[in-house]
Every structure is written in C-alpha cells, then in structure tokens.
C-alpha cells in the first residue's frame, strides 16, 4: 500500500513537473499580442534605436566615435559630465557622458577603446 501511494505522488510530481517546464510559447504570444498590439520586438526596437541615433548625430560624429581612444574624446569634447567605471577580470568599461544644449553625447569605452556611442538630441 506504501508502494503505491509513494508512486502515485512520484507521478504526480512528475506529471506537475513537465507541466511547468512544457513549452507553451504559442499561447502566450497570442496573449501577448492580443494585450499590446503596439510593442515591439528588442530587435525592432534597436533598429529604430540605431536608425534614430544615426539621424541625431552628426555624420562626422558617427562615423569616427567608434575607435575613438578615451583620451581622444577627451579633447574633442571636454572633461565629460558623468563617468563610471567597471572592472570584470581584465575587462574595464568606462561610460562617459558630456551633456549639451543640443543634447547628450554617451560613450562606452572598452579598455579604453570606444565600442558604443549614443546621441540624445535636447528636447
């Protein structure tokens, strides 16, 4: 008698178990979408992100940012407003930022190369 309600729970905890871990994605996009037909995808997202960056900054500023020594930035744009820093094993991120009356420039230096840049136009 033991056995058998020692199995019945092993298969009711393994029936629960498949269950939670079941791939029901299907439903839950077409619960997602019927709730907010309007969002958008990270990808689409950053596509228009990146495609509206380009448009707000100035061409010369775009195309020569990445690559960009901090030092580099330093001179062409000051000391910045917001600095942060870093450190995983021998990877440094320093994140700058130099805010302006046409907007906010951030750059993402990687060991002290520039990796991202973003330039958000004054409202």
Do not use: Y
């Not at 058998?4 to 997602?32: K, N, P, V, Y």
């Not at 061409?59 to 917001?82: C, Q």
């Not at 420039?105 to 136009?121: E, L």
Request: net charge negative; charged share 25%.
């Amino acid at each position: 008698m033991l056995n058998h309600i020692r199995l019945m729970f092993i298969a009711l905890f393994m029936g629960l178990f498949l269950i939670a871990c079941g791939d029901d994605s299907a439903q839950q996009d077409t619960a997602e979408e019927a709730a907010a037909p309007a969002e958008m995808t990270s990808e689409e997202a950053a596509t228009e992100t990146d495609a509206e960056t380009q448009e707000a900054m100035p061409a010369e500023d775009s195309s020569s940012i990445e690559g960009m020594t901090e030092e580099e930035a330093i001179a062409k744009w000051g000391e910045p407003d917001v600095t942060q820093t870093r450190t995983i094993d021998a990877l440094t991120i320093t994140h700058h930022e130099w805010h302006g009356e046409d907007g906010t420039t951030a750059v993402q230096f990687q060991n002290g190369v520039a990796k991202f840049s973003q330039f958000v136009p004054a409202e």
